[in-house]
């Protein structure tokens, strides 16, 4: 078995649970060290990278990356799940317009208070919540707040449905997103069809099918790639001990000094890539090691 360290970008595709890829994944590729980088409900589609080998270790970096959505809200119902896969538990006549629509959905745009799903793996005292609300349990759940970028209209109502695309930070609910649309609204709504267009840099077109990835039509990105907005950093000759046991770099053991950025990729003499340091006064100090 050859070790692989790298990212790659797959297609989820409909009813596959994002676990169900990475373990088709280990099987594909022979490869044991594999994770996935924010978790994709089965009915949902789209982008999920998955990092294999030492670049697991990247997991965090693009589990905190932005996101890109593009979601159907439907109107006139609630349901236990806040999607089209649950339970209606309460049903109401429509009569938006929509320039009513339009203000609504702009309105979200900023900072935004979300009460996450019971149907949502977070965990309250050690249970994940959609093990309780599968008992019929509804629990109460801290609110968070996220960071909704964009969020625009990009297919019209029609049948009391419509499509929005949103691009949000890490820990949104696109789910609960549609839902609060509808209570502003005053009419109800849940989500149905969720698509996933970008995580970070990966998107729709820079992804790879399952079958794409058993006729080895894929490819594998470096894992330095997630860090390409971070000043590239070379060591000196001599200070590369220093760096692989990841003690502090000072300012005259590197090449050149990136005139700004807190954040650094740091490379030996070679070129090599060793991992992340932070700017720490006229010094580096070490983040993330990927030797």
């Not at 890109?68 to 006549?93: H, K, M, P, Q, R």
Request: a neutral charge; glycine letters at 8%; proline letters at 3%.
């Amino acid at each position: 078995m050859i070790n692989m360290d790298g990212i790659v970008s797959v297609y989820k595709e409909k009813g596959y649970t994002s676990h169900d890829v990475v373990a088709k994944a280990r099987k594909i590729l022979g490869q044991k060290r594999i994770g996935h980088t924010g978790t994709l409900d089965p009915d949902a589609e789209g982008v999920l990278p998955l990092c294999i080998g030492r670049a697991t270790k990247v997991v965090p970096y693009l589990t905190d990356a932005n996101k890109c959505y593009e979601a159907e809200v439907i109107l006139g119902a609630y349901t236990t799940t806040e999607d089209a896969t649950g339970e209606v538990v309460e049903t109401f006549n429509v009569c938006v317009t929509p320039k009513q629509i339009e203000e609504v959905v702009s309105s979200f745009v900023g900072e935004y208070t979300q009460t996450p799903p019971m149907y949502s793996a977070i965990k309250i005292n050690g249970v994940r919540l959609y093990e309780l609300a599968r008992q019929g349990l509804v629990v109460d759940r801290p609110s968070r707040v996220v960071t909704i970028y964009n969020c625009e209209i990009i297919e019209p109502l029609v049948n009391n449905k419509f499509k929005i695309r949103v691009e949000c930070s890490k820990g949104t609910y696109i789910r609960t997103l549609c839902t609060d649309i509808g209570k502003t609204l005053g009419c109800g709504a849940h989500m149905g069809h969720l698509l996933r267009t970008r995580v970070g840099k990966y998107t729709l077109e820079n992804s790879f099918s399952l079958e794409d990835i058993i006729r080895g039509d894929w490819e594998l990105t470096c894992i330095e790639s997630v860090f390409e907005n971070f000043a590239q950093v070379v060591v000196k000759d001599y200070a590369n001990s220093l760096l692989y046991n990841g003690n502090q770099i000072s300012a005259d053991d590197v090449l050149v000094v990136p005139s700004s950025g807190e954040m650094v990729r740091m490379y030996d003499s070679s070129n090599k890539f060793i991992g992340i340091y932070k700017r720490v006064g006229s010094k580096f100090v070490v983040e993330k090691m990927f030797l």
